[in-house]
C-alpha cells in the first residue's frame, strides 16, 4: 500500500533533521571552511566550499551543478545546481552565498572559534551561521524534505550560490546577464538578513538602494597662522559645515525635494504602519521629531529616504596645529526606495547647494558605492501566496516588510530576470553578523526549516500556486 505523502510529513521530516542533529552536524561542516572573500588568499577556499561541499550535498538530490569562475578579479566562483521535473512547471531560483566576512578569532569570546559552532543553550556560535551558510542551508534541507516526502518538487528548481557577496558582489551582475536564459524562472526565494522581530517571521519585498558622496573643498596650499590669519581667511570648515547644513533643517528633514519619494504607494504605507520598530537597545532614542517628523518610524526607515555624514575632517584631529586649514571633506549617505529617482540624487544635490551659494563644495561619487533599490510589486499573487503558506505553519500572520532598511541584490536579480523577488530571513537583529561572536537562535532555525518546507511543499501544489 502506498503511503499517503502529507504536508504536515515533509514539515516533520525536516524537524527531525533538526532534532536528531544531521542538521547541526551539515552546517558545522560548512562553517569550517573558512570563506574570508575579503581575503584574496581564500579564494580557494571559496571553491572548495562549493566543489568539495554544497555540490555533493546537492547531487544525492538528482541536481546537476555547474561552478563558473568569476569575471570579476579577485571575485570568487558561482554555483549553478538545476534539478528540471518537466519545463511546463513552473521554476522557482533560490539565492545563497557561501562567502563570510573576516573570522577575526582574537576578538571572539573565549572559548568560541569562528570555524567552529559552538552550542550555548539556544545559540548556534561560529561565522557564517547567521549570513549565510546557516540560511541557504535551511533553504537545501526544506528542498530535500519535500523531496523526500513527495518523490518529487513538483515544480523546477534551480539554486545560485556566489561566494563574492561581503565584498559587494562583483561580476554577479555580469553572470546573471550572460546566464539571464538559463536561470529564467517563475519566482525568486532567498534567505538573507535577520528578522525584524525574533518572535515572528517575516517577508521582505526588497530593499533600500544606497549611495555614498564625498563634498569637499580646498581653497589653498597649506594651513596659515591662525593668529595671524584667523577670522580674514575663509574657513573651509566653516563652509562646509554650512553647505551641509543646508541639505536639512536642524531636525534632520531632508530639503532637497528631488531626493525624495513623491508618494508611499498605499498598500506600503499599509504595511509600514504595522511595524513596531524595536530598538533592541535602551540606549538608543528615535525622537519623533527628527527627520521627516510627519512619518511613523516604520515609514522613515523602510518608506523614505535617508541622509547621513558619515565622516567629516578639516586638519588633523588627532593632533590639531593651530592654523586655518586648507581644505575640508565629508563622506555622506544615501539609503532610498524604489519610489526615489535615484539619477538625480547628486544632479539635485549640485542645484541645491549651488542655489545656496556654496558653488566651491566639490561633490565626488564614492567608486563602488552604489547599490540600486528594489521592491517586489507588493499586489503581486505572489505575495499573498506566500504570506498564506507561512501563516499556514506558524499559525500566525508574518511581518510583510516592502523592503529591507540595509542592501540585498534584489535589483541585480529583478533587472536580469524579470521575476518577483521574496525574502524571507531566518536570523535575528541580535546576531552579531559582521562582528564577533556570531550565532544563531535554534529556535528560529528549527522554524525556518519548517517555514522553507512548507512553502516548498504548497509550490509543488497546482491547485496552490498563483499560476
Known amino acids: 500500500m502506498t503511503r499517503k505523502t502529507t504536508r504536515d510529513g515533509a514539515i516533520a ?7 536528531s542533529g544531521a542538521f547541526l552536524s551539515t552546517l558545522r561542516r560548512r562553517v569550517a571552511i573558512p570563506t574570508e572573500s575579503q581575503e584574496p588568499d581564500r579564494l580557494p577556499d571559496l571553491h572548495r566550499y562549493l566543489a568539495d561541499e554544497i555540490a555533493p550535498s546537492l547531487a544525492p538530490m538528482g541536481y546537476t551543478c555547474t561552478i563558473t569562475p568569476n569575471s570579476a578579479p579577485g571575485g570568487g566562483p558561482f554555483l549553478v545546481a538545476e534539478r528540471i521535473e518537466d519545463p511546463a512547471l513552473p521554476t522557482l531560483l533560490t539565492y545563497g552565498h557561501g562567502d563570510v566576512v573576516r573570522g577575526i578569532p582574537e576578538d571572539w569570546r573565549e572559548g568560541l572559534d569562528p570555524w567552529d559552532i559552538t552550542v550555548e543553550g539556544e545559540r548556534w556560535y561560529g561565522r557564517g551561521t547567521a549570513d549565510n551558510k546557516g540560511q541557504h542551508s535551511i533553504v537545501i534541507a526544506a528542498l530535500e524534505a519535500v523531496l523526500e516526502e513527495r518523490g518529487h518538487h513538483g515544480f523546477n528548481s534551480r539554486i545560485l550560490i556566489e561566494t563574492s557577496e561581503e565584498i559587494g558582489s562583483p561580476g554577479l551582475d555580469a553572470f546573471l546577464m550572460e546566464h539571464a536564459k ?17 518572535e515572528r517571521a517575516d517577508m521582505k519585498l526588497g530593499n533600500r538602494g544606497g549611495i555614498a558622496f564625498d563634498l569637499s573643498l580646498t581653497l589653498r596650499e597649506g594651513s596659515r597662522h591662525s593668529g595671524h590669519w584667523g577670522g580674514v581667511l575663509e574657513d573651509p570648515g566653516i563652509i562646509l559645515a554650512q553647505a551641509i547644513s543646508c541639505i536639512t533643517t536642524p531636525r ?13 504607494p498605499p498598500k506600503v504605507t499599509a504595511a509600514l504602519n504595522t511595524l513596531k520598530i524595536d530598538p533592541a537597545d535602551p540606549t538608543l532614542v528615535m525622537p519623533d521629531d527628527w527627520g521627516q517628523s510627519d512619518l511613523s518610524v516604520g515609514e522613515k526607515m523602510y518608506g523614505w529616504t535617508s541622509f547621513i555624514v558619515l565622516s567629516m575632517i578639516t586638519g588633523r584631529p588627532e593632533n590639531p596645529v593651530n592654523g586655518v586649514q586648507p581644505d575640508a571633506r565629508a563622506r555622506c549617505q544615501l539609503r532610498f526606495t524604489a519610489d526615489a529617482d535615484h539619477t538625480r540624487f547628486l544632479p539635485a544635490l549640485r542645484e541645491h547647494l549651488d542655489a545656496h551659494g556654496f558653488q566651491m563644495v566639490e561633490i565626488t561619487p564614492v567608486e563602488g558605492n552604489f547599490f540600486p533599490a528594489w521592491r517586489t510589486d507588493p499586489e503581486s499573487p ?25 542592501g540585498l ?10 521575476c518577483p523577488i521574496l525574502w524571507i530571513p531566518h536570523s535575528y537583529g541580535g546576531c552579531r553578523q559582521h562582528g564577533p561572536d556570531e550565532h544563531v537562535l535554534t529556535r528560529i532555525t528549527r522554524e525556518g526549516l519548517s517555514i522553507m518546507t512548507g512553502v516548498f511543499w504548497d509550490l509543488g501544489d497546482p491547485d496552490g500556486r498563483p499560476l
Open 382 to 406: 505572489w505575495v499573498d501566496w506566500a504570506v498564506d503558506s507561512i501563516s499556514r505553519t506558524t499559525g500566525e500572520t508574518p511581518l510583510v516588510v516592502p523592503n529591507s532598511s540595509g
Open 182 to 198: 538559463d536561470l529564467d524562472t517563475d519566482l525568486m526565494l532567498a534567505s538573507d538578513g535577520p528578522r525584524m522581530n525574533p
Open 13 to 19: 521530516r525536516v524537524r527531525d533533521t533538526f532534532d
Open 252 to 264: 534632520g528633514r531632508i530639503l532637497v525635494e528631488d531626493w525624495l519619494p513623491k508618494s508611499i
Open 409 to 418: 541584490p534584489s535589483e541585480l536579480f529583478g533587472r536580469s530576470l524579470g
